[in-house]
């Protein structure tokens, strides 16, 4: 099965930034969401993003989900701030 033919398929971009520079490293996941749609419309992509600017960028390419796991840990700790204080 090939990104072509899957009937209803989840592309995830999880991969780790080892040697590009962000800049150049978030422009790589744009083309690669750009690429995955162009080849099936169908398909989902589910992405991370280091900051806001670069979650933008990918949901304009494509992708379905940007995760900024930055901001994910913040809204736990305000939950979990909120849950456990007593005022």
């Not at 991969?15 to 978030?26: E, Q, S």
């Not at 933008?56 to 204080?85: C, F, T, W």
């Amino acid at each position: 099965m090939t990104i072509r033919t899957a009937p209803s398929s989840v592309l995830i971009f999880f991969l780790r930034r080892l040697w590009l520079p962000v800049l150049l490293f978030a422009a790589f996941i744009v083309l690669c969401a750009v690429t995955a749609k162009a080849m099936n419309p169908k398909l989902r992509i589910i992405t991370r993003a280091g900051q806001q600017r670069y979650a933008q960028a990918m949901r304009n390419s494509g992708a379905d989900e940007v995760i900024i796991p930055e901001h994910e840990g913040g809204l736990m700790v305000g939950r979990m701030i909120e849950k456990y204080s007593v005022v």
